[in-house]
């Protein structure tokens, strides 16, 4: 059997196996569209920095893993200034942007502490507002509360100033009549036309 010589890896070559992950879902989901690609870029250079949080045991007293990552170090990664570092940052806040980042202050000349939030959580809870939503008859957009015993209908009144502007106010309009049917006529599930 031949023996086969493995070379050392030397200086920088050990670095070409590194890389930052961004997930795809940030590009992929309808709620991150409106991110701009160098803020999902920061994003990814933010997962990237929790692992080193976690070997350093940078845990809150929650047991939230933060993140130490200054404007000044963000503009330099990105090679961008430190304006464009700020912009992307409010990006991913949670207060001014989309939340997947929350900032808190230390005061004192220290850095901000931040926590990266997880990117599935926010589509998770996205799912379950949406079911309670539909499930939810308090939710649909009715004038009043029909009943099966209750047949009468509203309609819906716009303020004069949402019609065109014209000297003929009835122009394009169309004279609607409501007809209501009194309530014997469904009573034991008869429906009756006269």
Known sequence: ???????????????????????????????????????KVLYGLMLDRMSLSIKNRWFDEEDRVYIIFTVEEIAELLNCGTQKAVKLMKE???NQGIGLIEKKRLGLGKPNVIYVKNFLVKEK??????????ENPENTQ?????NSRNVKTTIQEFPESQ?????????????TTNQEFPESQFKNGENHTS
């Open 125 to 134: 809870i996205s799912s379950e507002q949406e079911e309670k939503t539909l």
């Open 142 to 146: 009715n004038s009043e509360n029909h």
């Open 1 to 39: 059997m031949q023996e086969i010589q493995f070379d050392y890896f030397r200086g920088m070559e050990a670095e070409q196996y590194s890389f930052y992950c961004v997930p795809k879902v940030l590009f992929t989901a309808e709620c991150f569209k409106s991110l701009s690609c160098e803020a």
């Open 92 to 94: 991913l806040d949670s």
């Open 163 to 175: 019609f065109k502007n014209s000297e003929n106010h009835n122009s394009g309009m169309v004279k």
